[in-house]
């Protein structure tokens, strides 16, 4: 029967995978790379703004470092999805805009396979794309031009990890992932004062796999207390896609077309993907966490079109870095007896990141965030070990020339935690 439920689940996951990994966005920003990149933390950690490399709690699945499948809790599995909302105010100049968008982003689940070893499975967002703007240029020799800029898809990730406890406080583990989806993007003129206009289309289909690897070392302080140090390393590699664009020319007067294909062969690839965390609990009450983490975008060629070529090139994309800091703050970590607000968990966190990309040869804009969220326990006949998971985050990014935006994003998410592998005794 466990056998058949596990099963069950892995089959789960795989079928939602098309309707359920969906991320989205409205930001222009999408247009460069592989899209926007999605946040990889679950709901539990999304109100400590996504730390996750130290964490390490056998009633919580984190997928940031595959190493804490290790602490699982022998008795439990463990299931958690997540939705979020988000609403956008983009500004350039004088002018503003606002966008909202919805999505269901993942389900993951995770159960203790035996003694130190841990598994989990599950669907998650990678990137995603999704924009539709107009620019207006003006030329001496062309005249006025306005361009429709679209463009929608992403990368999604179906994956399968492991933990494993070496000694008693080394623990490892790996992330295996099967990824796939696809981007497509156009720039259509809407106006033109010129006789001959271009259409660009860029699309690209990705089949791959994903590998990321992942240690943590925990050491108890004292009777209560836990230092714990992690490490994550996500390899690099070639995605082997094939990257196309074409260009139809038209004559206005003549209404004559003409369309030209490129193709580039291993188009794109992932970076090499490096990450340390630290986290301290104190007295089963208090935590602290700190996350920082280095994705080696600059070494990554990506397509590009120039003086009538469509072919890799160097300088599209730079380093990005980021840090994220976040506590978690448990009133009475005794259950039993206690209050339901005092079984509350409340959480803040704070972080910062840097670009992925660059436009016209400048830093993109820079990421400032802000969260806070709660941890409620559900109440049922059988146990209080399933959680409701409610956070918010502000998300700015700017730079000098370029659109300024200002997200909120809501994030609710649920942790099942149900006892199927407990041995009931009847009397």
Request: proline share 3%.
């Amino acid at each position: 029967m466990i056998r058949l439920r596990i099963l069950g689940c892995l089959m789960m996951a795989a079928a939602v995978s098309g309707a359920w990994a969906q991320g989205d966005t409205k930001s222009p920003y999408s247009q460069f790379g592989l899209g926007v990149l999605s946040d990889q933390s679950q709901s539990a950690s999304r109100g400590m703004n996504g730390v996750g490399y130290a964490l390490r709690q056998g009633n919580q699945v984190n997928t940031l470092n595959p190493a804490s499948y290790a602490s699982v809790d022998s008795l439990t599995m463990l299931f958690d999805m997540g939705l979020s909302g988000q609403m956008t105010n983009f500004k350039e100049g004088n002018v503003k805009r606002n966008a909202s968008v919805a999505s269901f982003e993942y389900v993951v689940g995770s159960f203790r396979l035996m003694k130190g070893v841990g598994m989990s499975f599950g669907v998650l967002p990678l990137t995603s794309v999704g924009y539709d703007y107009q620019s207006t240029t003006h030329n001496l020799s062309t005249g006025t031009l306005k361009e429709n800029y679209t463009g929608k898809g992403g990368l999604h990730q179906l994956m399968l990890g492991m933990g494993v406890q070496l000694l008693k406080p080394l623990s490892i583990g790996a992330n295996i992932s099967y990824l796939w989806g696809s981007i497509d993007r156009t720039v259509a003129p809407t106006s033109t004062s010129a006789s001959n206009t271009l259409t660009k289309t860029y699309s690209t289909t990705i089949n791959s796999y994903k590998l990321d690897l992942g240690m943590q070392w925990e050491q108890r302080i004292g009777r209560s207390d836990r230092l714990t140090i992690g490490a994550v390393v996500g390899l690099g590699h070639n995605l082997k896609n094939t990257a196309d664009m074409s260009i139809v020319s038209k004559n206005s007067a003549s209404n004559l077309m003409d369309t030209t294909r490129y193709s580039v062969n291993d188009a794109m690839e992932l970076p090499m993907t490096y990450g340390v965390g630290v986290s301290y609990q104190y007295a089963g009450k208090l935590t602290l966490a700190t996350d920082l983490s280095l994705q080696k975008w600059g070494d990554v060629k990506f397509p590009g079109y120039n003086a009538g070529k469509y072919e890799l090139m160097s300088g599209q994309l730079r380093d990005r870095k980021a840090v994220n800091v976040g506590v978690d703050w448990l009133p009475n970590p005794v259950l039993q007896g206690s209050k339901f607000l005092e079984r509350v968990h409340y959480k803040l966190g704070v972080g910062y990141a840097t670009p992925y990309y660059i436009i016209d040869g400048k830093e993109g804009p820079k990421e400032l965030s802000v969260s806070a969220g709660l941890s409620l326990p559900i109440m049922n006949g059988h146990n209080s070990r399933s959680v409701l998971h409610l956070s918010g985050q502000w998300v700015r990014s700017s730079a000098d020339g370029f659109i300024t935006d200002n997200t909120f994003r809501i994030n609710v998410g649920i942790t099942f935690n149900e006892r199927w592998f407990m041995k009931w005794m009847v009397d």
